[in-house]
């Protein structure tokens, strides 16, 4: 069984929301949206850095996770961070278009339109990872299409 120790839990789990009852990929979302919200953290030159860093320390630490709760476990949510910020790249921080993006990625992460659901059969870390980024990759595309068709939502 693997050792986490208690900053690999807290980081893995997505600032602990894999280890609440109810929906953790949910809760791991809205505190990664929070985290954008954070002044500076919208700007590519801050979010991109931010997510290539957390995909791979995801990729690893979700190979821990696996080790230690079983395949793609609810206790590691660190995927749900990577996917709901790269949902919102280039997405003004205006509360309609972010609300519009959190829930465009929840169906999408929820549903795992095709490639994403096959990416979830990957090995280890890489397949708790791969299927959340396809995801996000998804709803950053719906976006861009949203943006353009609806230019001033508050």
Known sequence: MANLNVIHKVLGSGMLTGYLKGPTGTYGSLVALFIYLIPGVSSLIILIPLIIITTIYGIWVSGKFEDRYGTDPKE????????????????????????????????????????????????????VMADDIMSGIYTFLIMRIILILFPEVN
């Open 76 to 127: 590691a949510t660190i995927d749900e961070f990577v996917g709901m910020w790269i949902s919102l790249m280039l997405v003004p921080v205006s509360w309609g278009y972010l609300i519009v993006a959190f829930l465009i990625w929840r169906v999408l992460d929820i549903v795992k339109p095709f490639p994403a659901r096959n990416f979830e059969k990957l090995k280890g870390g890489l397949g």
